[in-house]
């Protein structure tokens, strides 16, 4: 079995081994003398479960199943199945033929879905079809020059995040109340994310183990990033700023770990109205909440920023700054370089313009 399709069954089968039910049959792919007899006994099972999604995990150990559902990342699989319910529900049937497929994407297009959208619908159908054994009517040359014309015919520029630039970052925190628990887990926690280049996901679920400490900053162990699902470990150091500088996110965490008296466990952790201190870690809502909050204080609520902005706003500021590819990389643990390319936001067009040479 090829990548496409190991990756492929461990998504299928570790959503099923939570949510569908185990019955013997849960999975009976028969060859039919033709594709309508075929069609019309899978799309029955499919109704019969309202995932969208035929399981086969027998003889499966139960070691066998946690590894396949460590391979995808929880919101991948989300992904997928909302995909394929997207489509029974505009009355496709599966397996699809390469016209079904065609009509359907044409169809959604119609509807204003964006490029990448019905990118990710086609590469989740192929992935059903893959694992039913089936041939893949989204690698037929009508699907593909389907997907292509609908990229020549529409803006296929992706919508991003605007990059949180230094003096935003100093006016958010500005305008926390760093007398407060709230006030300086957040300050610690935006100056992380800033610094350190995090996903949101990523440091929410940082714990007071993964910090090394040191006289010129911290390193910090990442296990797990959107990246990463290979155990691969990560590390960034962080350094302390110098003396007399406005923020450090070395000194702020310091100040937020010896408030709250956190020696163990999760490091930024959810907070009471009344200021109690809880003993679960914020969510990646949670601090998207926080943020905006403190957006909206700093009079910078309009300008579209979330989460991502601190990451963006790390990789654009370093690289308007000289740093180099390299030495950022170390931060954001990119791999490709076209992916962090785009990571690169320029708020002014003029700014460190190539062309800004005019005498001999």
């Given at each position: 079995m090829d990548k496409t399709s190991s990756v492929t069954m461990a998504w299928l089968i570790a959503e099923g081994c939570h949510s569908l039910p185990k019955t013997p049959n849960c999975q009976r792919f028969i060859p039919m003398n033709s594709k309508r007899q075929q069609r019309s006994v899978i799309s029955k099972e499919m109704k019969n479960d309202n995932s969208g999604i035929t399981i086969n995990h027998e003889g499966l150990s139960e070691e066998a199943r946690h590894l396949l559902a460590q391979s995808v990342s929880a919101n991948s699989v989300r992904a997928m199945r909302a995909d394929l319910r997207v489509y029974q529900q505009a009355g496709g049937i599966l397996p699809a033929t390469d016209t079904d497929i065609a009509n359907y994407l044409s169809a959604q297009s119609a509807l204003g879905k964006k490029p990448a959208t019905l990118e990710r619908y086609a590469n989740s159908l192929h992935m059903w079809h893959r694992y039913m054994n089936l041939p893949s009517p989204i690698k037929t040359m009508a699907v593909r020059n389907v997907l292509r014309g609908i990229k020549r015919s529409r803006d296929t520029r992706q919508s991003s995040a605007p990059a949180l630039r230094l003096k935003e970052l100093?006016?958010?925190l500005a305008a926390l109340d760093r007398s407060t628990l709230h006030g300086m887990r957040d300050s610690a926690i935006f100056l992380l994310s800033f610094y350190g280049a995090f996903r949101r996901s990523e440091v929410v679920v940082l714990?007071?183990?993964?910090i090394e400490w040191h006289p010129e900053g911290i390193t910090i162990t990442l296990h797990y990033s959107k990246a990463n699902r290979s155990g691969r470990i990560e590390?960034?150091?962080?350094?302390?700023?110098?003396a007399?500088?406005?923020y450090c996110a070395v000194a702020m965490l310091e100040h937020w770990l010896?408030?709250?008296?956190?020696?163990?466990?999760?490091?930024?952790?959810?907070?009471?109205?009344?200021?109690?201190i809880g003993a679960c870690r914020i969510t990646a809502q949670a601090l998207y909440v926080r943020m905006k909050k403190a957006l909206k204080l700093a009079g910078l609520a309009t300008q579209g920023y979330s989460?991502?902005?601190?990451r963006a706003g790390?990789?654009?500021e370093a690289h308007l700054r000289g740093k180099s590819d390299v030495q950022i990389k170390r931060i954001s643990g990119h791999r490709d370089q076209n992916?962090?390319?785009?990571?690169?936001?320029?708020?002014?067009e003029f700014e460190n313009n190539a062309g800004d040479f005019f005498n001999l």
């Open positions: 100093h006016a958010m714990g007071y183990e993964d590390t960034k150091s962080l350094m302390r700023a110098p007399g500088s406005a010896e408030a709250s008296r956190i020696t163990h466990g999760a490091i930024f952790r959810r907070i009471s109205p009344k200021g109690r989460p991502h902005s601190f790390f990789i654009t992916a962090f390319e785009r990571y690169i936001r320029v708020a002014d």
